[in-house]
């Protein structure tokens, strides 16, 4: 009940701050919801709706590839934001474009934050994002930079270059906070120790995909042997892997670390 609640709260905040500050102004969010307010902008559809359009079908092949918490938190949000859009006014807070970009960034990021807190996430590329990762390691980190790259193009043409440059305060905006509410970087090495490394290891590997090290260790004070177990995952999954580590293991240290490419197989076998 309480990441419904905590994703409820981020989704809405997501459309006070593009109804209050990004559309008024003609600045695209990143993702899939920037094209629905480019679609929203030249067409007399409301940016809610045609935000709610562009998620369905990959919502639909999520409810069937994904697991059924993080699709159902997913489809909560994107259902959220889409009924903010059409019911929140748009209204120009700010007559000042680049302080609506900053604003409505910061708000944006905020609010995918929480989402992401409370293991769901806001449609659109991020369910791209996670359906490439089921099974290969893809460039994550250069397919997202590259989608947004096309939109902020697509407002530089479309509207101005004026707006696109709007666009990538914005979008730039958004994912600094987002990195301080949770983490902006697609993949993750987790490095845990732990005195209870079979319980641990037994939860990672029935709920991941990814292959788990496990090493043995000693605490250098203590003497005392310990397990280190390592994997890596994606940023969507690091609300519950902290959950299930947590469970077996309350006392556990985990090092959570960027991780810029992996290399050669990582994958459980089959």
Sequence with gaps: MKN??????????VGV???????????????????AIMFGLITPLNTGVV?????L???????????????SYTILSVVTISFSLYVIPIV??????????????VITGAGIGLIFRASGSSGG?????????????????????AMNAVVVLAS??????????????????????VDMIHTNHVKLTLMIITAKG??????????????????????????????????????YQLTDVKKMIHDADPGAFVNVTQTVEVVGSFHRPS
């Design 4 to 13: 419904v609640v905590i994703i409820l709260f981020g989704s809405f905040l």
């Design 17 to 35: 701050a593009y109804n209050f500050f990004l559309i008024p102004h003609e600045i695209l969010s990143s993702g899939l919801s920037g094209v």
């Design 51 to 55: 935000n709610l359009i562009l998620n």
């Design 57 to 71: 079908p990959l919502l639909i092949i999520g409810l069937i590839k994904l697991g059924r918490r993080f699709i």
């Design 92 to 105: 120009e807070v700010s007559t000042e474009p680049i302080l609506s970009a900053l604003f409505g960034g």
């Design 125 to 145: 590329f991020d369910i791209i994002a996670m359906l490439l990762t089921r099974k290969k390691d893809f460039p994550l980190g250069s397919i997202l930079t």
């Design 156 to 177: 530089g043409f479309i509207f101005s270059w004026d707006a696109a440059l709007n666009t990538l305060i914005a979008i730039y905006a958004t994912g600094k906070v």
């Design 198 to 235: 079979e319980e641990v290891k037994g939860k990672l590997l029935a709920n991941l995909y990814r292959g788990v090290t496990l090493m043995n260790g000693e605490g250098a004070y203590t003497g005392e042997g310990r397990s280190i177990l390592m994997t890596v995952i994606t940023r």
